[in-house]
C-alpha cells in the first residue's frame, strides 16, 4: 500500500485486465471530519499538510498533488486550491480523469474568487473540456452559469453541447446531472427564457413523452410482479 491518505494498492499488472460493470463507489463529502470531531473544513486542512509533506518528498506525486488540490477545494480554501489544481490539470503523468477533475476544481474556485471575470470562468472550464472531450460535465456548468448570469442564449448552446457529449464511456468521478435529465431540463427551460419556443416545444415534448413511457414501463413492470406473486400463491 501506498500514499499516506486515500491508500491504493499497487500491483503487478500481468494477466487480465477487465471492467467491473456493477462496481461503484459511493462519495460522501465531509463526512469523514464527523467521526474525528472536526469541522469539515479542518479536516480538509489537516489532509492538506499530509499532502504537502508527501509533495515535498516526491514532487511528482500525481496522486498526491491531486488530493491537495480537491482538499484545498473541499475546505473552501479557493485561493490556495487555484494554483493546486492548475498544477495538477497541467501533468502529463498519472491518471487523465485526475487531471480533468483538477481543471474542473480550478474553474469552480475562479467562481468564488475575487478579481476573475465571466469571461476568465469559461475560460477554465473549456480548457477541462480539451482534456477530456468525452465528458458533459463543463458544458453543463457553463449552461448553470449562464443561466445564473442571465445569458439564456449561451445558456442554451452550452446545454446543448452537454447533451451531444453524453456518453456511456464516462465511469469515473461522473457527475450524474451531466449525463440524464437535469441537463435536458435546462436545455428546455433556458429556451424558453430564450424566447427560442421552437425548441423550447421540442426539448419539453420529448421530457415529458419520455416520463410517459418510462411511467408506463414502470406501472408494467409492477403489474408483472404482481402476477407472478398471484401465481406462486395459486
Known amino acids: 500500500f501506498r500514499r499516506v491518505l486515500f491508500r491504493s494498492q499497487e500491483i503487478p499488472r500481468t494477466g487480465e485486465r477487465r471492467q467491473l460493470d456493477d462496481a461503484y463507489i459511493l462519495y460522501h463529502p465531509g463526512e469523514g471530519a464527523k467521526s474525528h470531531g472536526l469541522s469539515v473544513h479542518d479536516k480538509y486542512m489537516r489532509d492538506a499538510v499530509l499532502f504537502v509533506k508527501e509533495l515535498e518528498k516526491n514532487p511528482r506525486d500525481s496522486r498526491s498533488m491531486y488530493y491537495l488540490c480537491q482538499s484545498y477545494k473541499d475546505a473552501g480554501e479557493y485561493e490556495l486550491a487555484i494554483p493546486a489544481c492548475d498544477r495538477r490539470a497541467q501533468l502529463t503523468s498519472g491518471w ?3 487531471a480533468f477533475m483538477a481543471a474542473m476544481h480550478a474553474a469552480f474556485a475562479r467562481q468564488h474568487v475575487d478579481g476573475y471575470e465571466q469571461r476568465d470562468i469559461v475560460a477554465a472550464y473549456l480548457q477541462a473540456s480539451v482534456l477530456d ?3 458533459a460535465e463543463p458544458y453543463y456548468w457553463l449552461a448553470l452559469l449562464h443561466n445564473s448570469w442571465q445569458q439564456f442564449d449561451k445558456c ?3 446545454a446543448a453541447q452537454a447533451v451531444r457529449t453524453s456518453t456511456d464511456s464516462v465511469v469515473l ?3 450524474l446531472p451531466a449525463y440524464d435529465w437535469p441537463v435536458v431540463l ?3 427551460q433556458c429556451a424558453c427564457a430564450a424566447k427560442q419556443f421552437e425548441l423550447c416545444f421540442i426539448v419539453s415534448s420529448f421530457v415529458v413523452a ?3 413511457k418510462s411511467a408506463k414501463q414502470s406501472q408494467a413492470s409492477r403489474s408483472e410482479e404482481h402476477t407472478s406473486e398471484l401465481q406462486s400463491l395459486e
Open 186 to 188: 435546462l436545455w428546455a
Open 156 to 158: 442554451v448552446a452550452r
Open 173 to 175: 468521478f461522473k457527475s
Open 96 to 98: 487523465y480523469e485526475e
Open 133 to 135: 472531450e468525452r465528458r
Open 210 to 212: 419520455n416520463n410517459e
